[in-house]
């Protein structure tokens, strides 16, 4: 146990290292979710066809960084595919860290960078005027709620990274779930505004719970769900990080 824990905080350390070095690309994939929040939000209030009870731009904020967010998460596998292709994956495997420890450490490294992620975003989301509940402690909730997220998302990256032999393939099936994981949750529009079949597929959906606790502790204040949207993130990452470390073997295989 108390080699995991040192597993996963060293990936951490590793990540906050990069990040220092190498934040270029953090700055670029903010440019997307910031373009949602400045141009998607306005435009959809003003066709005023989506009643959320907020101002539609502030309902969709929380959404906008958690799809970065599982973005940033989605297509960090192809980190290890790279280094699986380079050989520094067999070193590490051969050192004695545990495969659990290396796979939730890599996984929830991805956390840091989420976090860093929402840290650009939300800066723009102030100045158009989203307005944000002014409490210390449900900003510090959500933080946490996407750093655990985040590393569940990861793990999914490591698991695909575990099937897919080059970054061009993993990269095509990587934007094939971010896309329907995004829209499929309530991320846009309110759940009861969709068909009921695509209803009933957003409660399966982990996006729809990371997404619903945000934006209650950010944008509405309804976190009378809050406490079953921390048990589906924790049941989740915990069936996730089962999941990626069962296949990891096959990253090097």
Known sequence: MQDSLRTLFVMIELELRRLKHERTEMYYRAIQPILWIIVFGPVMAAVRGIEAGVPYTDFITPGV??????????FYGLQIVWERESGILKKLLV?????????????????????????IIFPFAMIIGVHFIPNFL????????????????????????SFMKTRERFMGLGQAIIMPLFFLSSALY???TMPIILQQIAIFNPV????????????????????VDIVVIIGFDAFMFLVASASFKRIIE
């Open 190 to 192: 309110p759940i009861s």
């Open 208 to 227: 729809t719970y990371v997404v619903e606790a945000v934006r209650g502790l950010l944008i509405t204040g309804e976190i009378g769900n809050l406490l």
């Open 65 to 74: 960084l958690i799809q970065s967010t599982t973005f940033v998460s989605i």
């Open 138 to 161: 449900c900003f510090l909730v959500a933080f946490v709620l996407i750093f655990f997220s985040s590393g569940g998302f990861a793990a999914i990256s490591i698991f695909i990274a």
């Open 95 to 119: 050192t004695p860290a545990s495969r659990y420890g290396t796979v939730i450490g890599r996984a929830m490294a991805s956390g840091v960078r989420a976090v860093f992620q929402v840290l």
